[in-house]
């Protein structure tokens, strides 16, 4: 038998991985690509991007179980107190230009007029007052957050559990319910909320007109006390009022109404008091 030489192995090995590649052929099988990663998620994943709370990735990161849900409809107990609702008394020690406000509104009060009901006008009640309204509130409990909508003008809160942070006060979009961030601590879920907006916007009202500014900060505590929520607010404005405000509300299970739509519209208003030209005051 005749041997070849190194040469003439080499050349033989290199004419038949060009044949291989004339025809289309690869001389090696290749391995199979990973799968692609789904794009909006894995997109974020590591950036630093904030994830929507209802993003997969979001939701299915590993956290402990919650103490308690608050899935529900909830409406305040007014059963000890028809007046429940309010924030006070007690009252804080206003400052000059809110002391203003709530004198002028138990003046008007008593001559039967309404001073500046904003609500009335449709402007969001905003938080705290948006908890407390003669409606109740339909809460609907994820993982990542809270989402709350009040059968009262259909105001939407949302609170976050995803353990975001808040958005920085320079670029924050400021509105009447705020931007909440909840942590759990043991069994009780606080919640902590800044970035108000501080026009049209009332602590309380009906002959106790108290405003509230872009400065103001509620903090709640949220626990479960039986079949009640309970919520414990404390509340700052140092642009209005001095030191803390705080108050404490019940609230009890609604399983027999759902959260309607609706719509708040001046003209639908006019058989109210508060909306009357005769009876309502602005300046």
């Known amino acids: 038998m005749r041997m070849r030489s190194p040469i003439q192995i080499r050349v033989a090995a290199s004419v038949a991985a060009l044949s291989f590649a004339v025809a289309g052929c690869s001389p090696a099988p290749q391995q199979p690509a990973p799968p692609a990663a789904p794009a909006a998620d894995a997109a974020q994943e590591g950036t630093g991007v904030q994830l929507s709370a209802l993003a997969p990735a979001n939701l299915a990161k590993p956290r402990p179980k919650a103490p308690f849900d608050v899935t529900s409809n909830w409406f305040i107990d007014v059963s000890q107190n028809d007046e429940a609702w309010r924030f006070g008394p007690p009252y804080p020690k206003l400052l000059p230009a809110a002391q203003e406000h709530f004198d002028k509104s138990v003046k008007y009060a008593a001559e039967g007029k309404v001073y500046r ?12 007052l948006i908890m407390t309204r003669y409606w109740p509130m339909a809460m609907v409990q994820i993982p990542t957050a809270i989402y709350m909508i009040s059968g009262f003008m259909n105001s939407v809160r949302i609170v976050y559990l995803d353990g975001r942070k808040h958005t920085d006060p320079d670029i924050i979009v400021r509105t009447y319910n705020g931007e909440s961030i909840g942590t759990w601590e043991g069994n009780e879920l606080v919640v902590d909320t800044i970035g108000f907006r501080g026009d049209h916007h009332w602590m309380d009202q009906g002959g106790r007109a108290i405003p509230a500014g872009e400065k103001l900060h509620i903090v709640e505590r949220f626990r479960m006390v039986g079949d009640q929520l309970e919520i414990e607010y404390t509340m700052t404005d140092p642009d ?28 639908l208003n006019q058989h109210l008091q508060s909306t009357t030209s005769k009876t309502q005051v602005f300046q």
């Open 117 to 128: 009901d904003d609500i009335g006008q449709c402007w969001p009640a905003g938080l705290p």
């Open 240 to 267: 209005n009022w001095e030191g803390e405000w705080k108050s404490t509300k019940r609230f009890n299970r609604v399983i027999d109404e759902d959260i309607q739509e609706v719509s708040c519209l001046p003209d």
